[in-house]
Nanobody
Framework: VQLQASGGGLVQAGGSLRLSCAAS????????FGWFRRAPGKEREFVAS????????YYADSVKGRFTISNNNAGNTIYLQMTSLNAEDTAVYSC????????????????????WGQGTQVTVSS
């Protein structure tokens, strides 16, 4: 399994970015996907996750109403649309996936995820 995150960059406060996570190596039916981030000097934190069915999503309180997680019809590309960005959103964003079977859930804890991609840097200038 390989996960490739992309779409990061430098953006001004109030701006938007869309991150993508391309998954390959197997079928991802029954897999949940999540986005996590790690800011300098801080621990990794949960951002958002989505069920394999695409109809159940979870968000950290800090991003609720500003970020939207989604997937494509094939379930092998995950997006994170980020709006109203602020300096506190500056971090390395990583995607992860885990098998959940038929359960339409997403995990919020990083220790539930088995596969991780490399991160993409998001820098928000104030």
């Amino acid at each position: 399994v390989q996960l490739q995150a992309s779409g990061g960059g430098l953006v001004q406060a109030g701006g938007s970015l869309r991150l993508s996570c391309a998954a390959s190596g197997r079928s991802f039916n029954g897999y949940t996907f999540g986005w996590f981030r790690r800011a300098p000097g801080k621990e990794r934190e949960f951002v958002a996750s989505i069920s394999w069915s695409g109809d159940v999503a979870y968000y950290a309180d800090s991003v609720k109403g500003r970020f939207t997680i989604s997937n494509n019809n094939a379930g092998n590309t995950i997006y994170l649309q980020m709006t109203s960005l602020n300096a506190e959103d500056t971090a390395v964003y990583s995607c992860a996936t885990a098998f959940v079977g038929s359960h339409r859930v997403g995990y919020t804890s990083d220790n539930r995820y088995r596969y991780w991609g490399q991160g993409t840097q998001v820098t928000v200038s104030s």
